[in-house]
């Protein structure tokens, strides 16, 4: 027990002592401070006190502090002594703005209002504080894993990154922030990546970077592999046929260096390249390539005199088979006629034309007339209209009656002889060539000396015809379509002397349904077309030669993809009256019209011609029109399968093999009999 209080009695001295000691320092603003076992609260408050500062304790702060200086501390290096105190036995103070501090745990203080500090005031020592660090080269993402094992993560150290803008944030003592800001900024530094821009004089940039980057591509593969933030990136500009290079500063000069000594011109004055078209003509291309080649020697005048006397002349040949082109040029030459190329050989869109025809006709006609006929010569004849003239039906009709035998007798040696000629046949050839020509009804009345004829018709004519020619060609392609016959016509006749050896001279003309189109595809989704269209037909024939129909238009027309628009049209209306008549017989009501021919007609003709383009710019769009098409003429067919063929119930009709998608081709003839051989 007298040990105890003995113990008791030791302490309170060693503190009055410490007391006394730091109370005679402070006078001259100095400081010595030894604690051995003393409880952490009771060293608190006695700093507190020395440096007149308010600070409250958390109630989790408990402990003894076991610490000795063996020199005086100035205010400052006191205060960083006691802070240093408190984070070795696990602790932080945080300062307030009111000047108050508080004593917490560290894992505790990171969610305290610590400071935030830049690097104006970074902080000093063990204080609690937060920084906000910018990183401009790398990426945060990467760079906040390093730092948290630079960092107590379970004490009062934080790192966190926010990727939008690309910063970190990082709580914790002033002196672990600050080695890892020092951190940062070194790493930051190591990732800096600038852009370095090489013009080539000789090479080609596509090429330079093709070389330069298989050469990385092998070097930098297995284990060995260097780090991807050492690897350049390379870039080619065609248009200033420039070479970028991107990547530390190290790896940069290694890309620029072996970039400059490739870059040297040819021991020889050109190169020849062979070029494979993909879509353009071979021999189309020669001569644009020619005229361009021209343009650059002419304005290659101001090269340097070195360079002009190794300069060759530009050689451009097509192989047709192959569809190539073999150039042998100065590789600056070189260059510009392969972006030409590059250019020109694009694939080039389609135009599907569809021309409708749309034409609707009526036509009405009557005729009635009567004719009167005397044997003694008189009567009255019309000519109008279909009616037959009755002078010729009679003299017709005297040509066929013939001639009847006559008998004769003759006195031969004294006896009578009686000869009968046979009787003469007449000629029904005239008679039928008339009647021939009668169109309607045609009754004859004959009545002692007189004869009367009657004739009438009525005509009703109407059509509708419905054509959609339709043809797909190159975009500024002239393409052409026809359906028809050729039909011989009479262009001319000779004979010989003597009119021997006639002959004439015939030729052939295309009728039917003819189109003829040269589409332009301008900007956007327009089309503009220069349309020849026809539609022709033999409508008879007349006693030289025949007669043709023809509605043709010729016109040059814009035109949206997909849209369909009018190229012209007729809309006729035709009535027609003729009446022939004997004067004023023929004017007297209802008998009137035994002595008069009337012919009355009426004709409407609609006709209009359409016009729709579809532009085709991929296989895909060919594929779908052609789709569209094939059904339908696999539809027709059906129809016709199931209504059969008659007299051969028993034989199938010929139909297209299915095709069910668009996106594949048609299946071949061949591929659809195998299958129907198949059981």
């Known amino acids: ?15 009055a002592i410490s007391t006394a000691v730091i109370s005679f320092q402070v006078c001259a603003v100095q400081y010595s401070a030894n604690f051995k076992g003393t409880e952490i609260n009771e060293f608190i408050n006695i700093v507190g006190k020395n440096l007149q500062k308010t600070i409250i304790i958390d109630p989790n702060v408990r402990g003894k502090v076991n610490v000795r200086s063996y020199e005086l501390l100035d205010e400052k290096q006191y205060y960083q002594f006691f802070l240093n105190v408190l984070e070795v036995y696990g602790f932080a103070i945080v300062e307030m703005d009111n000047g108050i501090a508080k004593v917490v745990r560290q894992k505790d203080a990171k969610t305290s209002s610590i400071p935030v500090v830049g690097d104006e005031n970074p902080g000093f020592g063990d204080e609690m504080v937060t920084r906000v660090v910018p990183v401009k080269n790398v990426s945060v993402r990467e760079l906040s894993p390093l730092l948290r094992q630079f960092s107590n993560q379970a004490q009062g150290g934080h790192v966190v990154h926010y990727d939008p803008s690309n910063v970190i944030m990082m709580t914790g003592p002033a002196a672990t922030v600050n080695r890892l800001v020092e951190i940062i900024n070194r790493v930051d530094r190591a990732g800096d990546q600038k852009v370095e821009i090489i013009s080539l004089k000789f090479a080609s940039a596509g090429e330079m970077v093709r070389i330069v980057e298989n050469i990385y591509k092998s070097t930098n593969t297995g284990k060995g592999a260097s780090p991807s933030f050492l690897i350049p990136k390379i870039v080619a500009d065609e248009r200033t046929n420039s070479v970028l290079v991107s990547g ?20 020889n004055n ?62 600056d030459t070189m260059r510009s006629l392969e972006d030409v190329i590059k250019r020109l050989d694009v694939r080039r869109a389609q135009v599907l034309v569809e021309a409708i025809i749309v034409e609707v006709f009526e036509g009405d006609g009557v005729n009635l007339g009567v004719q009167w006929i005397s044997e003694d010569g008189g009567m009255m004849q019309f000519n109008n209209g279909t009616t037959v003239p009755v002078s010729s039906v009679a003299a017709a009709a005297a040509a066929a009656e013939g001639e009847k035998g006559k008998t004769t007798v003759t006195i031969v040696d004294g006896n009578p002889v009686t000869v009968t000629e046979p009787d003469q046949r007449g000629d029904y050839s005239i008679l039928a060539q008339l009647l021939g020509s009668v169109n309607g009804i045609m009754a004859g009345v004959v009545k002692d000396d007189w004869g009367a004829i009657i004739q009438a018709v009525s ?60 589409p332009q595809i301008n900007e956007g989704k327009t089309v503009q077309m220069t349309i020849e269209q026809e539609v022709s037909g ?50 007297i009501p209802i008998l009137g019209h035994l002595f008069k021919s009337t012919s009355t007609s009426k004709k409407k003709r609609n006709l209009l011609v359409f016009i729709r383009p579809t532009i085709i710019r991929d296989r895909a769009k060919m594929n779908e029109i052609s789709h569209r098409k094939y059904n339908y003429m696999r539809n027709e067919q059906l129809l016709q399968k199931e209504d059969g063929i008659q007299l051969m119930p028993l034989s199938d009709q010929p139909t297209l093999p299915s095709w069910d998608s668009a996106l594949e081709l048609p299946p071949t003839f061949e591929d659809y009999l195998q299958k129907q051989e198949k059981p």
């Open 1 to 15: 027990m007298l040990k105890i209080q003995l113990n008791k009695t030791l302490k309170k001295l060693a503190v």
């Open 248 to 267: 530390e500063p190290q790896a940069r000069e290694k890309v620029s260096d072996l970039v400059r000594r490739l870059d040297s011109e040819l021991e």
């Open 270 to 331: 050109g190169n020849t390249k062979v070029i494979y078209l993909q879509y353009a003509k071979a021999e189309e291309l020669v001569k644009v390539l020619e005229g361009v080649s021209e343009s650059i020697q002419k304005e290659d005048g101001t090269t340097s005199k070195a360079r002009k006397s190794s300069k060759r002349d530009v050689s451009i040949d097509a192989h047709a088979d192959s569809n190539a082109l073999v150039i042998t040029a100065q590789p």
């Open 459 to 518: 005509t009703d004519t109407d059509s509708n015809i419905l054509a959609t020619p339709s043809i797909t060609t190159m975009d500024n392609e002239e393409a052409s379509f026809v359906v028809g016959q050729e039909v011989p016509t009479i262009t001319g006749s000779s004979v010989g002397n003597n009119n021997a050896n006639p002959f004439q001279t015939v030729d052939r003309k295309e009728v039917g349904i003819k189109l003829k189109v040269t």
């Open 538 to 587: 033999v409508s008879g024939t007349t006693a030289v030669d025949i007669t043709i129909n023809k509605r043709s238009i010729q016109t040059t027309v814009m035109a949206d993809d997909g849209g369909t628009i009018v190229l012209g049209g007729l809309i006729d209306e035709d009535v027609q009256e003729s009446e022939s008549k004997v004067p004023l017989l023929g004017d």
